[in-house]
């Protein structure tokens, strides 16, 4: 059963710090969307990425975070330096575009920020 | 994409059928109606999707009314695991990277009680 996986799952860490967060997508599937949620927020798209390529960061804090596809099968967003107003969940999706587009999402990182 | 308007929770008794409305009046001829669903703690998990008819799977069923301005999503025999936010989501599909974004609204919060 294909899925896709998020690491960590979870992630307690100081203000300041550099977080990474790694997204395997489903083989195959070329285009790859990072989201975020909250309470507060709701599911936010932050970024995605076709055939590795960034198409739309718009919804990404360009002064901390950054998001990178480095081959078809890792991708990588990371938070520098942290605050604690970035914990939330984020979660990696997968597109397969032989089933009508249908997006897959993975479990979620769990990030907290003290 | 089009906008989308569910209401925020209902409950469903166990055994029954669970009928999810969701209003889309603004949507376009190329946008399809996405059904997800999101259990607690879990990423959103695909159910369905359709452009104009009525679409079924093993997970549900989805009407759309000939106008395309509303649909019904249909859990035919509610279980306590269908418990979860389900969110309706219109996008348009197809080759161009802009179609396939999937926007979250706020869902309806279903509760199947026994």
């Known amino acids: 059963d294909a899925r896709v996986t998020q690491t960590p799952r979870h992630k307690v860490t100081e203000m300041g710090q550099e977080v990474t967060m790694r997204c395997q997508p489903i083989?195959?599937?070329?285009?790859v969307f990072w989201y975020r949620q909250t309470m507060m927020q709701g599911l936010e798209l932050l970024a995605y990425f076709r055939n590795r390529a960034p198409l739309d960061d718009s919804g990404m804090p360009k002064d901390r975070f950054s998001a990178e596809m480095p081959d078809a099968t890792l991708a990588t967003l990371k938070i520098q330096p942290s605050e604690p107003r970035d914990s939330a969940v984020y979660f990696c999706?997968?597109?397969?575009?032989?089933?009508?587009?249908?997006?897959?999402f993975g479990e979620g990182s769990w990030l907290t920020v003290v | 994409d089009a906008k989308t308007t569910q209401p925020p929770s209902m409950d469903c008794a166990e055994g029954r059928a669970a009928n999810l409305p969701c209003n889309h009046s603004t949507i376009s001829g190329n946008e399809y109606v996405y059904w997800y669903r999101q259990i607690h703690s879990q990423g959103p998990q695909y159910i369905i999707h359709g452009l104009k008819n009525n679409e079924t799977n093993e997970m549900a069923s989805l009407i759309i009314t000939e106008d395309r301005k509303s649909s019904t999503l249909i859990l035919p025999h509610a279980t306590l695991r269908d418990t979860a936010v389900y969110y309706c989501i219109v996008r348009v599909a197809g080759v161009k990277a802009a179609g396939n974004k999937l926007t979250f609204g706020g869902g309806t919060r279903v509760l199947v009680k026994p």
């Open positions: 083989l195959g599937h070329n285009t």
């Open positions: 999706a997968s597109v397969d575009r032989v089933a009508g587009n249908t997006i897959y």
